[in-house]
Every structure is written in structure tokens, then in C-alpha cells.
């Protein structure tokens, strides 16, 4: 999953996720799994260094490639990396692309959601996209982060102890803005999408990671109005799931 940024910072999108059912596999493959892209920083209000990265890609060779989520992005700034496997959501501020979450890929995941341009003293990240629904938009006039988007069930295939009690890739929430500045607030954060999606900023704490081996999002960091802001969550790293249902030679693993 995608890293969700700092200040006021959107949600990072899950990874992709794709079932593939029937494959025959023979010969030696190769598997590398994609970890999650850190969180965007605490340091420099929304510069550069407050953009969550993008998740890695994991590869199953010869078979799929499949891409890791879009970065959270913070106030008033932007990145081509905010696309991916799900989109990350869009963030606060003046007119621009900023506003718009990220786009996902067709056929492992959707887009991020969106958010406005904000008043003075308000402001908010929108959600993460995950695999099973589009990321939520922020509500900026009430200094509200968006809720990020849903994964997807595989409890029936794979059970309920792997990813998120069978959920996976869900998007991360987007952060508020928390305080009563010139009366408006106090805000509130988004949470994050069943399958793994961390939680948008807390009162006085960095975004909530995605949970690891789940693809899903990290939560983005908040801005309060005491003069801090936290950091983003990071993406939680994906996961390759292979049940074999018959077989002429049992798989094998090193």
C-alpha cells in the first residue's frame, strides 16, 4: 500500500489485488512481494518531504504483475506517484490538481477520493482508494479527512487468518485538521478501508500504518492547530497467496 502523507495529509491507496483461479503453473518461479511506501514527514509544513511514497510492485513471474498503491499527498502539493494500484486521495488548498485522488489500475483497484478548496483555518486529506470502492472525499469546511475505500473479501478461499480477517486492500484514511481556530472545528480524520487500511491522524499522533501483508493503505498525518503536525502512515506490504487444489507435483517453496 501507498504511504499516507503529513499536514492535513491524504490517505495512501492499496495496492492492487488480483485473483487469478484455474492458472497451471510449471517450472521455477520467481516471487517478489512489494512493501509498503513510508509515510510522508513531520518536518517543513506541506514541502516535498511531507508526500507519503508509492508502494512497491509485487511480481509473480511469467504470470502478473501487480502495482502498489499511490502515495497520500499533503496540503497544496502533488505527485504523479498519488496513482497506482488504488489512488491515493487528494488533499486541501488552493485551486489545482491536488484536489483530485489518484487514479487506479483497471481490473486491481480504484481511485482515490477527492478534496476542495479550503477557508481559512480549515482544511483535509481525502481517502486512500481501495480494492473494492473508491476512497471517500474529504469534507473540508468541517476540517474533515475522508474514510478510505474498501478491500475485498476472501475469507471463503483463503480463511480468516490471512489479511485483514480475509479482507484486502483496503485504502487509507485521510487526515483532518484538529482545533478551533477562529471558531470552526475541532475536526476529525477518516478511517481507514476494512483489509488493512491504516486510520487518518489521531489527536497528537502520526497516521496508522496499513496492516502488514495486506496491501492496504497508510493513514494520513494531521495538522493541529498548537503547532504540530504528525507524520503519515506507512502502506502495509503485499502478500502472494497460492492454494493448490490439485496437482502432480506439490509446490515447493525456498
Known amino acids: 500500500g ?4 503529513s499536514y492535513m495529509g491524504s490517505g495512501g491507496g492499496a495496492g492492487g489485488l488480483v485473483f487469478s ?3 497451471t503453473l510449471s517450472g521455477q518461479k520467481t516471487i517478489v512481494v512489494g512493501n509498503g511506501g513510508l509515510g510522508g514527514d513531520n518536518t517543513g509544513g506541506g514541502s516535498v518531504t511531507a508526500i507519503g511514497s508509492k508502494g512497491n510492485d509485487t511480481v509473480f513471474s511469467g504470470l502478473l504483475t501487480v502495482i502498489g498503491g499511490g502515495c497520500g499527498i499533503p496540503h497544496d502539493r502533488d505527485t504523479i506517484d498519488k496513482n497506482g494500484g488504488s489512488g491515493g486521495g487528494g488533499s486541501s488548498g488552493q485551486s489545482g490538481t491536488h484536489l483530485n485522488g489518484g487514479t487506479g489500475t483497471s481490473g486491481q483497484g480504484n481511485a482515490g477520493g477527492y478534496s476542495q478548496v479550503d477557508p481559512a483555518y480549515k482544511g483535509g486529506g481525502a481517502g486512500g482508494g481501495g480494492a473494492g470502492s473508491v476512497g471517500s472525499d474529504a469534507i473540508v469546511t468541517d476540517k474533515t479527512g475522508g474514510d478510505g475505500g474498501d478491500g475485498l473479501n476472501y475469507s471463503t478461499t483463503f ?3 490471512c489479511g485483514d480477517n ?3 486492500a483496503g485504502g487509507g484514511g485521510g487526515a483532518g485538521r484538529y482545533g478551533t481556530q477562529s471558531g470552526y472545528g475541532p475536526g476529525t480524520s477518516g478511517t481507514g478501508g476494512i483489509g488493512g487500511g491504516g486510520d487518518g491522524a489521531p489527536v497528537n499522533l502520526p497516521g496508522l500504518p496499513g496492516i502488514k501483508h495486506t496491501g492496504g493503505g497508510g ?4 495538522l493541529d492547530e498548537g503547532n504540530y503536525q504528525t507524520e503519515g502512515g506507512s502502506g502495509g506490504s503485499g502478500v502472494v497467496l497460492i492454494k493448490q487444489a490439485s ?3 506439490e509446490a515447493t517453496f525456498s
Open 166 to 168: 480475509g479482507y484486502f
Open 159 to 161: 480463511g480468516t487468518t
Open 21 to 23: 483461479e484455474g492458472e
Open 2 to 5: 501507498g504511504g499516507g502523507a
Open 219 to 222: 493513514g494520513g498525518g494531521t
Open 247 to 249: 496437482y502432480l507435483l
